[in-house]
């Protein structure tokens, strides 16, 4: 049974820093793109990042480029989102999400969701 599970968010001061871990089973994860996407409390699901499945190509919204840093570790079947100097707005449940497929373009369209994990930023 393929699964998603994200970890690590929690409540940060802004300016902090969190990683989220996305640990996945039950499908070969190093075929997948997998994508980090956010919901804030009464607004649509937005896209933040995505990792191609070999790692070489990633692409970030604006609102986080620079700021945040995704990655992958295929021999762990995980997924990170370093996320650093941290701002209100980027309070919102932070979902991993997996797609099979090879290059960025897998980006586009994601099959399998995680629970999500909720990241507050606030003082």
């Known amino acids: 049974q393929l699964q998603l599970v994200e970890s690590g968010g929690g409540l940060v001061q802004p300016g902090g820093s969190l990683r989220l871990s996305c640990v996945t089973s039950?499908?070969?994860?190093?075929?997948?793109?997998i994508g980090w996407f956010r919901q804030a409390p009464g607004k649509e699901r937005e896209g933040v990042s995505c990792i191609s499945s070999s790692g070489s190509s990633t692409n970030y919204a604006d609102s986080v480029k620079g700021r945040f840093t995704i990655s992958r570790d295929n021999a762990k079947n995980t997924a990170y989102l370093q996320m650093d100097s941290l701002k209100p707005e980027d309070t919102a449940v932070y979902y991993c999400?997996?797609?099979?497929?090879?290059?960025?373009?897998?980006?586009?369209?994601?099959?399998?969701w995680g629970k999500g994990t909720l990241v507050t930023v606030s003082s």
């Open positions: 039950g499908f070969t994860f190093a075929y997948y793109a």
């Open positions: 999400a997996a797609q099979l497929g090879v290059g960025i373009s897998a980006c586009d369209g994601m099959n399998y």
